[in-house]
Nanobody, 117 residues
């Protein structure tokens, strides 16, 4: 069984920063990719950022230059540094873990990020 747990969400003002963390535990030996999706009220879930085992990254256009994803392969951790936050970044952020290129992803329960003045 694999557990994925996010942390670090909260309420911030526009322009401020947050750092999300994603921890993986359980019976998983290797991880191909980890990443973050988000879902705002009334909207579809969208990919925010992802990082593969070799450090290759992908970002949504809306967060390029503001968000940075990183991972610690040995500790099975991923981080999302979010700077210059905007009200439109408000959403529940979900971490996912992709063990291989052909297996089902594991998901966390989500962490709320609210950007409001």
């Amino acid at each position: 069984q694999v557990q994925v747990v996010e942390s670090g969400g909260g309420l911030v003002q526009p322009g401020e920063s947050l750092r999300l963390s994603c921890a993986t535990s359980g019976s998983i030996r290797r991880i191909y990719a980890m990443g973050w999706y988000r879902q705002a009220p009334g909207k579809q879930r969208e990919l925010v950022a992802a990082v593969t085992w070799d450090g290759s990254t992908t970002y949504a256009d809306s967060v390029k230059g503001r968000f940075t994803i990183s991972r610690d392969n040995a500790k099975k951790l991923a981080y999302l540094q979010m700077n210059s936050l905007k009200p439109e970044d408000t959403a529940v952020y979900y971490c996912y873990v992709q063990p291989t290129t052909t297996t089902t992803n594991y998901w966390g329960q989500g962490t709320q990020v609210t950007v409001s003045s």
